[in-house]
């Protein structure tokens, strides 16, 4: 499909750093200062390794992370609330907290951060984006998998219910997972689910909290039927992550999400193309 | 069907052939009768004044009192298309009673073969056949199946794949009209084909008329077979769009076969004219779809006639954009598809279920006598039949379209994410039928005095190709998407939890680009949202209506499907027992390795998810009933068995009794689940503060709570939903019915 973005949605905040470009700075953060957290290009193809991200759209997110972040090298919550059309997004809480939350940078940690650097950044940003060609399958598959071992052991269920070809679905369910796991106890209560209705509902106004609470209930009691739960002697605490899996599997995420995430990418390509 | 004594099968192989029989015999008699009345005026007239003169004669001789006369004049037009409606609804009726064959052809098929032995008959009795008149077929038989289509069209995977389908339609089409007017006239020029006379335009002409993708045909045939929702909607998109590009060549090829020259700006003028035609189209669409929908909004007072409002605004944008040469198939789809959102939340389900019923029964009849008649106008029109001429341009017409597909999925592969792979080309190609609309143009050519072989020889090609591709590739395509394994349509389950997820996702995924600084896809949709929610929506929406989410929408009609099954299904009371026997019988079918959960029965469950899914007014793109070949029964309309009902009503106890049980943690007092009632003439409001009113389901909200204490003693109640929060239990989850 012909994407719209081709016809040239440029988005003017960027122009100053491409007539930065322009201008000939070939190599803008060699400028920047030898601030320890802010990659020079060399390290930028480590960064492509790890996070699967082509060099040019490193560059490209770099600029970006630099541009929100006022030219420092840590992004900050408030920082993230500057950005005005986030503030029309119901979730915009959820999608700003998806970024501090370290689960998110990488299996093995936990906690929130304060603050991120650029090499977290594009960690949470790699999750939304599906493997691409341009790294070999091979390398797609180790990445995958050991992140992947490692969350799944955190969460107490065994990979070998995944096939290969759900890694990439898995993944980006569990930074959704994430985001509805408030508190980050691996199960999504009522209580989370009810929040995450009323936020969705937030911006029609005062229709809240009882319907709210009557629509979680539906959706959690068709959770617990998907996934055969109408034992009576059994108390459904929450939907942990394999149940999540199961429930999202029913929606066909995965080609939706092919089909949408990727036009961000599609973006990060064609722009620097026509601009680098 | 599977169960067929071998008697009972000649006795249905009698019955339908006695249905063919009297078919052919009334047609027989009613063309006897307009024979008559046709072809002998003369003596009408004659008994007439014979009459009279009897009459004057009556003064003097007294005539007895004519018991029975018979006055078929008076009548005839009425009659005689109610008898032609008549005879083809009772043919489709006949083919499914043959159980064999419905399998293996499509309907359009067996209703062409039917018109096919009308015609014949007509003609053995050497009567004038009425043919598919363009008029007839352009104003009153293409309409309701477009409309349907339209109206029922699936937004999300349209407009997901609107560039897909823009291509294919336009430059698709472009590319087969000139290939094989082309081509034709080279074949034209050889020496044996001895129609050297036939100029390039007429080429280009008969190459415009037969290389458009025909909607009904596609419908006809893939509604059959049941495909995944991509290359369905492709097929389908690419026939609807391809309107505009007939029409605009067709015209202009129409207009300089007239002329002396063609100078590169009357090209010009005709790509100008495309954009007039598309977009002019859509625009009137548009602008009757915003009409209807803002008429709608007051139509509290008179449901009853709501859904003519959506009928006579789309007719009207058809034949709006006819009068002016526009393409009217955009106009309706635009025209419907503006309409939907707006109606929907303003009408009553009662309305709503007559439009889709109406449409789809429109759109069955239309389908129906479309096929009979190509078959009749087969046997009737002008033919001339060139060997050459009819082979080659089946075998181009075929020629074209694959090279087509594959050239342009080459391309069109690099902009898209899910890519087309070999399988879904080779589908998109085979599904390139053309059909009636190729047959009514082809009519509609005029004909001079030296093009009388040639229109003549055209007519003969599009029927030839016309019936290759419905009966060949319509007959074969079903077996072929079985052995290709093509992915079939997905079983819809629609859930709350996809809703709130698809929500979800699209919320996450502008954030995203919102972040990335991208404005895309996703920013400008939710763009467009609000300027929908924040200004259109309050002009078209009746009352609060209008700001009314989506997902509580959704969510309330659900309920309110819900609760007036539980009320129509009556008592409670026998339902513990039932119960008890259902979930001790799924005990012992089922024990799971881990846990001794007993699931629920497939069979209920696929019940429950039917009743559903037939219900769900609002399912946001995701309709996936634009198919009339599986339209759900309506419960309310089906008075079916008394086992059905027990089992709804076994599976909204088990369903209540969620609500209903007592988490030990939490709380001492059961949360009721209150039911409200109310009659559907009213607009509906949302007002948490407003108290329950008791009004018709009291007697419901007894015996739930009755029941709710036999149950919670006689079972262990699955405590699967806690309902935390002491102060917030008084009021239950009290929802309205909408």
Known sequence: MIPVDVLGCVVPLITSQVREAARGEREPLATMGALKSTPDPIEYSDLSEKTGFSLKQIRILHKRFRQLSDGDDVLRREHFRCISSLRYNPISVEIIEAFFNRRNFSPSLQGIADEIGFEEFLAVMSHFRPPTAKITDEQRKNIRREKLQCAFCLQGISNQCLPVTGIKVAFFSAVIFNMHDSDGDGLITLEDYRHLVEELLSRSGALGKETAKAIANAAMFEVARTVGHTDPNEFYEGITFEHFLKLLSNFEIESRMNTLLLRVLMFLDMFVRSFL | ?738
Request: charged share 20%; hydrophobic share 45%.
């Open chain 2, 1 to 738: 069907m599977a169960v067929v004594g071998p008697g009972s099968v000649s006795l249905r192989f009698g019955s339908v052939l006695l249905i063919l029989l009297i078919l052919s015999g009334s047609s027989w008699t009613r063309d006897i009768f307009t024979g008559r009345n046709d072809t002998r005026p003369e003596p009408n007239r004659e008994h007439h004044d014979q009459d009279q003169d009897h009459g004057t004669n009556a003064t003097k001789h007294k005539k007895a009192f004519p018991v029975l006369e018979s006055n078929y004049d008076y009548v005839r037009m009425p009659f005689e298309i109610s008898l032609w409606i008549l005879l083809a609804l009772l043919m489709k009726l006949g083919f499914h009673i043959i159980p064999r064959v419905s399998h293996i052809v499509p309907e359009s098929c067996l209703l062409i073969f039917v018109g096919l032995l009308v015609g014949g008959v007509i003609k053995a009795i050497h009567e004038k056949a009425p043919v598919m008149d363009t008029k007839l077929f352009f104003l009153y038989l293409l309409p309701p199946i477009i409309l349907d289509a339209g109206y029922f069209l699936p937004i999300r995977a349209f407009t997901e794949n609107m560039g897909t389908i823009l291509v294919f339609a336009v430059v698709g089409t472009l590319w087969n009209a000139f290939f094989v007017g082309g081509m034709m006239f080279a074949v034209c020029q050889i020496e044996a084909a001895a129609a050297a006379h036939v100029s390039l335009l007429s080429c280009l002409l008969f190459g415009s008329i037969i290389s458009a993708v025909d909607p009904v045909a596609v419908l006809a045939v893939f509604e059959e077979i049941h495909i995944n929702e991509l290359l369905h909607i492709l097929v389908f998109g690419e026939s609807l769009l391809n309107d505009a590009v007939t029409v605009v060549l067709y015209h202009l090829f129409e207009e300089f076969s007239h002329a002396e020259t063609v100078t590169v700006g009357d090209a010009f003028l005709g790509v100008v004219s495309f954009f007039v035609v598309s977009l002019g189209g859509i625009l009137a669409g548009v602008i009757y779809g915003v009409l209807g929908a803002f008429t709608s909004r007051f139509t509290s007072h008179s449901r009853v006639i709501e859904p003519l409002f959506v009928f006579l605004y789309s007719y009207m944008a058809y034949l709006s954009a006819e009068v002016f040469h526009l393409s009217g198939i955009m106009s309706l789809i635009a025209c419907g598809v503006v309409m939907r959102p707006y109606v929907e939340a303003n009408i009553s389900h009662k309305s709503y279920t007559t439009i889709k019923y109406f449409l789809k029964m429109w759109s069955s009849v239309s389908e129906t006598l479309i096929f009979i008649f190509l078959g009749v106008s087969t046997v009737e029109g002008p033919h001339n039949w060139n060997w050459i001429f009819v082979i080659f341009t089946l075998v181009f017409c075929l020629l074209s379209r694959v090279l087509g597909v594959i050239g342009l999925t080459f391309i069109i592969n690099k902009f898209r994410i899910v890519k087309l792979t070999k399988k879904d080309q080779f589908i998109v190609a085979y599904g390139g039928l053309r059909g009636a609309i190729a047959f009514s143009l082809g009519y509609l050519i005029h004909e001079d005095g030296d093009n009388k072989n040639t229109r003549g020889m055209f007519l003969t090609a599009i029927i030839t190709v016309i019936f290759f591709t419905v009966f060949v590739q319509g007959m074969t395509i079903r077996p072929l998407v079985e052995l290709l394994a093509v992915k079939k349509k997905k079983e819809s389950k629609p859930s709350i939890n996809e809703e709130i997820h698809t929500q979800f996702l699209d919320h996450l995924l502008t954030g995203i680009e919102d972040i990335c600084g991208h404005y895309g896809h996703h920013h400008w949709k939710d763009k467009l949202n609000r300027f929908n929610k924040t200004y259109v929506k309050k002009w078209l929406i009746a009352g609060d209506r209008s700001s009314e989410p989506q997902l509580i929408s959704f969510y309330n009609k659900m309920e309110m499907k819900q609760a007036m099954m539980l009320v129509e299904s009556g008592s409670a009371a026998k339902l513990p027992s039932v119960m008890a026997a259902a979930q001790n019988m799924e005990q012992q079918r089922e024990p799971t390795p881990e846990r001794m959960i007993p699931k629920i029965s497939k069979t209920r469950e696929a019940e429950i998810r039917r009743i559903l899914r037939a219900n769900l007014q609002n399912t946001r793109q995701r309709l996936r009933s634009y198919s009339r070949h599986d339209l759900f029964m309506d419960p309310f309309e089906d008075n079916l068995s008394e086992v059905r009902f027990r089992r709804q009503r076994v599976e909204m106890e088990r369903r209540m009794s969620h609500y209903l049980t007592v988490p030990a943690k939490r709380q001492e007092t059961p949360s009721v689940r209150k039911v409200w009632f109310e009659p559907e003439h009213k607009v509906y409001t949302y007002d948490e503060n407003e108290s329950p009113r008791p009004s018709d389901s009291a007697a419901l909200l007894d015996e739930s709570n009755r029941s709710a204490d036999g149950q919670s003693e006689r079972q262990k109640p699955t405590r699967c939903l806690s309902d935390p929060g002491p102060n917030e239990d008084e009021e239950g989850s009290s929802f309205r019915s909408s």
